[in-house]
Each structure stands twice: as C-alpha cells, then as structure tokens.
C-alpha cells in the first residue's frame, strides 16, 4: 500500500510532466483573498496603509508521502501619484520525483481612474511580469523497466527513459482591472475584477512534444461588503478559475465582528464545487492580520484517500503614517 501511495504521489506531482499542458498546472490557495498579488495584478496596494508584507502557507495531501507545499511571498508599497507597487514569489514542491514550480513577479497598479459625486468609485488597471520556472529531478523517479517481475523493484538497473527536460524557464506576463465602490459608511460595498495570466504564452518543455505552452489562467472574482452595523460586516464572494480545460468556481461567505478598538475577529467558509469545504477563522489586530482554514475535501479523490486535507495560515503585516489623522473607513476590496 505505501508503494501504491507513493506512485499516486508521483502521478500528482508529475502530471504536467508528461501530458500536454491543457489542464491546470499553477497553485491555488483557498484564502486567496490574503495573497492578492496571485489573484489580481489590480489588487496590488488595496490597503489601508502606505506598505504591506504579506505570507501564506499551504500544505495539502499531507497524509500521502511527500505531499504538495506552496509558500508565498508578498511586498507592496501605495504612492499618492495614482500608482502603486509591489513584488511576489511563490514556491511550490511536490511529489517524490522533486518537482518544484517557482515564481517571481513585479506588479504595477494605475489608480487613478474615479467617478461619483466624491470620487470613491474607482477602477483600477493592473499589471505583471517575471519569471516562471518549473523543473524536477529525474534521478528521484522510478520507472516501470526498473521492475523485476521475479525480484521486484532494483533500483539498480538504469532506466531507458530519457527525460531530457528537466529544467525549464520562462518570461511570463498578465494583467487585470479591478472596480470597487469606497464610499464610506455605505450598507453595501460592491467590488469585481478579471485577470488574465500567461499572456506570454510561456513554452512547457515538460510537455510531450516539448513545445507546448502553458494555457493562460483566466479569474473572475467578485463580492460584496454589506454593513449591518457598526460592529458586524458580511461579506459574500466568488470566484471563477479557467486554465485549459480545467475550472475552478468557489463561493464564499465572510463575517468581520469589530471586538476592540483595534481588534476584528474574522469567520467563515468557502466552497470549491465538486472539490472541497474550507472553514476560516482570523483576526486583525492593529496593523496584523492572521488568518487559518482547513480544507475539507469532499470529491471523490478524497473520499479514496482519507485524511488527505488542506490547511493553509497567512500572516500579513500593514505599515501606516504616524502622524494622527481623522479615521477614515477603508472599504477593502478583497474580502
């Protein structure tokens, strides 16, 4: 059973290895909505601060052998000059056949479209470029002609597979626009955006042919802030993923309770159709933001491999001015 398992890692870990790149091959989190900078380009800056540190963690399968690990980086830093900044990497291990995806990328944000009365509808346009690796180690894999049907498995005899392709990188670029409505202290706050990623259309070497190309990755997410007091926000949201042939639709709901001056406890779930259930529970104290969910699987991959769930905690941190300024409501368009 452990060697059936460990071939079902492999399988996972691997898929884009050898098949053509029409499925999805990029990470996911569930808590999307604390690293932005994976979701949307247009979402850089959406703060209320003048910088940001954000990280995210995700391990998944964990109860079958050497499972998925996806780590996430974040800086991004808010102008007054209708431009904001910011910088992500994102790494991911999986699978005993070391198979590692890792990206680095500089985002650009344009906000300097409003409208309204008081200008607090606003667009914004986002950009992103950098670099995308994929690679994997062959000398961890085994192969089916390493097989003795006498005496089993010698990893001593050398395999005729021929992996040629073990390393590969590419220039990778996408783009986003957002709308959010910022009026302050109104009982609904309405935001959506788009992104595409992948316009570059980066070359998959790990394909079969070994000129395929990763498939774009297109979102769609959106929601909407309802205020139902001074003290309690709700905040239903959702969110669509297509990259090849594969999609993603989640929905969610999100209640934010003010518990002290500075304090907010945050809960809720969210649902990936025919994938998983995900509870989450946070809190923001001052300028931190700690927030945990546990992703509960209910497919049938699940239902097979017992215990194999997710569980992923961000941490983000919130830089402001000094200097003491009339309190302003900050209408988040993320949450």
Known sequence: MKRALKIFTLALGCSGIFQEASAQVDPHFTQYYMYPAWTNPALTGAFDGQYRVAGIFRSQWGSISTPYSTQGLSGEVTTNKNMNFGISLLNQTAGDGGYRYTTVYGNF???GIRFGPTENHRVVIGLQAGLIQRRFDATKLNFGDQWNPITGYNPGNLSAEALRNQNNSSFDAGAGILYFDGTANRKANLYFGYAVSHLTKPTDKFSGTG??????????HGGVRLKLSDVVSLTPNVLYLRQGNAE???AGLYAQLKAGVETNVLAGANYRFDDAISPFIGFTHKRIVLGVSYDINTSDLGRVVKGSNSFEISLSFTG???IKT???E??????
Do not use: Q
């Open 109 to 111: 944000a344009y906000t």
């Open 211 to 220: 000129d395929a190309t990763l498939p774009m990755r297109h979102t769609i």
């Open 330 to 335: 900050f209408v988040c368009p993320r949450l």
């Open 248 to 250: 993603e639709i989640a």
């Open 326 to 328: 009339p309190e302003v």
């Open 320 to 322: 402001k001015k000094n």
